[in-house]
């Protein structure tokens, strides 16, 4: 832990160091517009407990193994993209393959450098080891002679945790679409509801207090819900530059600062003080 005195700011406290962290938009079309998978996660979770978020957590030593079968943009493209070194952007890619494999079921890797999966449910015992961590996912890979498809994901944003937080994480946000034949799932330990919503029906709910989004979230369903369909989202290339909310103290009560945050709060429901995290 670091030490931070920060007058303008209001805050004087240890400061966590930073864990990289992946979280994948997992979207697919649907008859109203895109949709994007969200999950609630667990009450008992001791980061964001009880949020509604998409698929992702942090990054394993074991994602920066270099022995990889991979297919598309390489990890210096990755870099140049999320402004960080090849070997970190391999790793960041890597976490954000096993995640959504591990909290969904969704694996984007195939046979070869073109192909998918069609239908993970063979691979269901390595799904376990994996979130156990019994297996890297480049052990896992190369068992079953599978090749990450790096090109079925696109770089989308980075938020960093505040600095009141205990728990703290650089986050790289992507989006994928389904595979076709795939199919998301609830089956994970940390989350108790699933769902595919629009954009629009997830930032409802929101404002109608069924869940709760904290900002980084809130940010990445605003942002995707300006497109049509999913093929425009994949065309996009958002400028990406970290976010990292700015505390302050107002009033007696701990505020955030971030891009839009005046139209957040204006539509959070309950306003009250909040701590942001990057998922």
Not at 12 to 39: C, I, K, N
């Amino acid at each position: 832990m670091s030490e931070t005195n920060d007058p303008e700011r209001g805050v004087s406290e240890s400061v966590a160091p930073l864990r990289d962290a992946s979280t994948v938009l997992l979207m697919r079309d649907g008859a109203a517009g895109p949709e994007v998978f969200l999950q609630r996660r667990v009450t008992g979770m001791d980061f964001a407990a009880g949020m509604t978020v998409f698929p992702g957590g942090g990054v394993d030593p074991s994602d920066a193994d270099a022995e990889i079968a991979w297919a598309g943009p390489g990890p210096d493209w990755w870099a140049g993209r999320f402004g960080t070194t090849g070997p970190r952007a391999q790793a960041l890619v890597c976490a954000a393959v096993r995640e959504t494999f591990e909290e969904c079921g969704v694996l984007l890797a195939g046979p070869t450098a073109d192909t998918v999966v069609s239908d993970t449910t063979a691979y269901r015992e390595a799904r376990h080891a994996l979130e156990s961590r019994a297996i890297s996912l480049a052990a896992f890979l190369a068992e079953t002679g599978l090749v990450l498809r790096a090109d079925l994901l696109r770089p989308w944003a980075n938020w960093v945790t505040p600095v009141i937080e205990r728990r703290r994480y650089d986050t790289r946000f992507f989006v994928a679409v389904l595979p076709e034949g795939q199919r998301a799932d609830g089956a994970t330990s940390e989350a108790e509801v699933v769902h595919w919503r629009t954009p629009a029906e997830a930032l409802a709910r929101w404002r109608a207090g069924q869940d709760v989004l904290l900002p980084p979230t809130w940010s990445q369903l605003v942002a995707v819900g300006e497109y049509a369909d999913t093929a425009a989202v994949l065309a996009a290339r958002p400028v990406i530059e970290p976010i990292e909310p700015v505390v302050t103290r107002r009033d007696g009560r701990t505020v955030l600062r971030f891009p839009d945050s005046a139209r957040y709060f204006a539509d959070l429901p309950n306003p009250m003080e909040l701590r942001g995290s990057a998922r």
